[in-house]
């Protein structure tokens, strides 16, 4: 389904926001169909990696797109 550390290109920081907020209800509704509390830890440290990288200038600022000023 996805290349190999593909996680090393980056993704849009709204995109892994939005995945730990889906993981995180899906958990607190009881919903065990998968590693939800997994894939929270996973998108939170995907997150605070690629954030990392565009403050480096090794990621594009544009995978920063929080709707924020």
């Known amino acids: 389904m996805y290349g190999d550390n593909n996680w090393h290109n980056g993704f849009p920081l709204s995109r ?5 907020s ?22 939170a440290s995907a997150f605070l990696w690629t954030e990392d990288m565009i403050r480096m200038g ?3 600022d544009e995978l920063d797109d929080r709707s924020y000023t």
Do not use: F, Y
């Open 22 to 43: 889906r993981h995180l209800l899906a958990l607190s509704e009881g919903d065990e169909s998968e590693d939800h509390a997994g894939a929270i830890l996973w998108n």
């Open 16 to 20: 892994l926001i939005d995945s730990m």
């Open 58 to 60: 090794k990621l594009p």
